[in-house]
């Protein structure tokens, strides 16, 4: 009896040629890699806080002692933020929940290539879900920093609004743009080691143009809304104080931008995926 043979005929623009369906075949490539996405979070969860003295406090340290600061500073008038219809430390706290979901997601998701070693050039599997691995380690540092508000908000006896329940959600699309920028900045510091010294230096002076520590001052409103991360970051913060989004347009702006930003980096990652233990 005769077996029957399969021809395999190799395309290197296979990927080119699939069009709109290579967004079906993507999907189901990561969906069927989650138990792998979840095995290197952990893996990565452990080796961050392996051998340090205070483990996992460092997560509740850091935004501490920052906040702190800050606290300091606008008690001796050094630093104004005018009147609040929140506590300080809470006003603050919000801020920096959500932009240290952006920076610590940067952070993690460029070195994600580059700090798997041998893993990529030895062991066949979608590089992407290593950046995705890196991406829930934000998740969890930023779900800490959540209930952190909500023990603060008992502490110093604030009512939020119902919004603190959506606030969350709220920070979804600049989640969103934080895994489109790490796809790529992940590709780059593969060829450029410089890449992540850059990211930490970029997202530090992009936080003092950000709302984050402080309202956006209403005689300077312009020069915040040319920054697309202002939308992003105000938008959770405003849904726990009013309920409402503040600047909806420019939020669903921004959020619009965050997908383009996420699909296009996805699909170019996707395209030199097999180039990159090459580079590695």
């Not at 340290?61 to 600061?69: K, Q």
């Not at 998701?109 to 992407?128: T, Y």
């Amino acid at each position: 009896m005769n077996a029957e043979r399969h021809t395999v005929v190799y395309e290197p623009n296979r990927h080119l040629k699939q069009g709109i369906r290579i967004w079906k075949e993507m999907g189901a490539e990561l969906f069927e890699s989650r138990e792998l996405v979840w095995r290197l979070f952990v893996r990565n969860l452990m080796a961050r806080y392996k051998q340090t003295a205070l483990g996992y406090v460092w997560i509740v340290l850091t935004p501490a002692v920052a906040i702190g600061t800050f606290m300091v500073l606008h008690r001796a008038g050094v630093f104004q933020v005018g009147e609040l219809s929140m506590p300080y430390p809470l006003f603050a706290l919000m801020g920096l929940t959500v932009w240290q979901l952006f920076a610590t997601g940067l952070s993690c998701g460029c070195q994600s290539l580059v700090g798997a070693g041998d893993m990529i050039a030895k062991i066949n599997f979608p590089r992407e879900t290593l950046v995705f691995a890196a991406m829930a380690q934000a998740l969890f540092e930023f779900a800490v920093k959540y209930g952190l508000i909500l023990l603060g908000c008992w502490l110093w006896g604030w009512r939020p609004s119902w919004g603190i329940v959506l606030f969350p959600l709220a920070a979804l699309p600049l989640f969103v743009l934080t895994v489109g920028l790490s796809l790529m900045l992940a590709l780059l510091n593969g060829v450029i080691r410089d890449t992540a010294n850059a990211v930490a230096l970029i997202t530090t002076f992009l936080m003092f143009l950000t709302p984050v520590f402080y309202p956006v001052p209403p005689e300077k409103g312009w020069v915040f809304q040319l920054n697309p991360l202002t939308p992003l970051v105000e938008a959770p913060r405003r849904l726990a104080v009013t309920g409402t989004l503040g600047d909806g347009a420019g939020f669903v702006s921004a959020s619009g931008l965050a997908v383009l930003v996420f699909l296009l980096a996805w699909r170019v990652f996707h395209l030199v995926e097999t180039k990159i233990p090459e580079r590695m």
